[in-house]
């Protein structure tokens, strides 16, 4: 059965929320479309988008290239966006393989 999500996940959905848009960057692994779109402005992955990915992932709504249970695939997308990740969210991703 898939997850359900939280009714306020679904209204950012519906509403095309910024925090939506960086999470899909994060399932997509092209968080470089994020840079470039305001190369300023270096915006870090945080402890949200990623939190906010797994429950679009684990809902099984967009597919992913990262796989957020398997190890070869989160250090594949840490090493590509290492520069991009806050600490915080580097841990989160690993805290399941600890």
Do not use: C, T
Request: charged share 25%.
């Amino acid at each position: 059965m898939k997850n359900l999500l939280n009714p306020s996940i679904i209204n950012m959905l519906l509403n095309n929320d910024i925090n939506i848009k960086l999470a899909v960057a994060v399932l997509k692994d092209n968080w470089d479309d994020i840079y470039d779109a305001n190369p300023i402005y270096k915006r870090k992955i945080s402890v949200q988008n990623i939190d906010l990915a797994k429950q679009i992932f684990n809902a099984k709504i967009i597919g992913s290239k990262l796989d957020f249970s398997n190890y070869a695939s989160v250090h594949k997308f840490i090493v590509k966006n290492d520069s991009f990740l806050e600490d915080a969210a580097k841990n989160l991703l690993l805290i399941s393989f600890k």
